[in-house]
């Protein structure tokens, strides 16, 4: 497995290796799946538009939304159902425990 991942510069819209920068995305990899069950992640990390306009104030968020798309390189966690607030994360743990183990952002949450 090749260990190093690289940044994608995304801020000049979703054309090509961009495809999935929309309104209120940040950032985003991709991953496929063999017939096995094993996980191939691409090693890129797409920093989208919403990303780079992101304030001084917010750099920590920047980290965060990083270590958030290196944790979906790195193991099999998802994004539950999409909800990527504190709260969505509690209450996804009391209602769907097993989704909740694998998703990207409450081991952001924790990081934190
Ligand atoms: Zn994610």
Redesign the pocket.
């Known amino acids: 497995m090749d260990k190093s991942w690289d940044p994608v510069c995304c801020n000049n819209g979703k054309s090509g290796t961009c495809w999935a920068c929309s309104s209120g995305t940040l950032a985003f990899v991709t991953s496929y799946s063999w017939s096995d069950g094993t996980k191939q992640s691409v090693t890129w990390v797409r920093t989208c538009p919403d990303f780079w306009s992101l304030g001084n104030d917010a750099k920590l968020t920047a980290g965060f939304v990083l270590y958030?798309e290196l944790v979906?390189i790195m193991s099999g966690a998802g994004?539950g159902y999409g909800n990527y607030s504190k709260s969505a994360g509690v209450k996804l743990a009391a209602n769907d425990s097993a989704v909740a183990r694998l998703q990207?952002?409450n081991y952001m949450l924790y990081a934190m």
Do not use: G
């Open positions: 958030h979906h994004d990207a952002n």
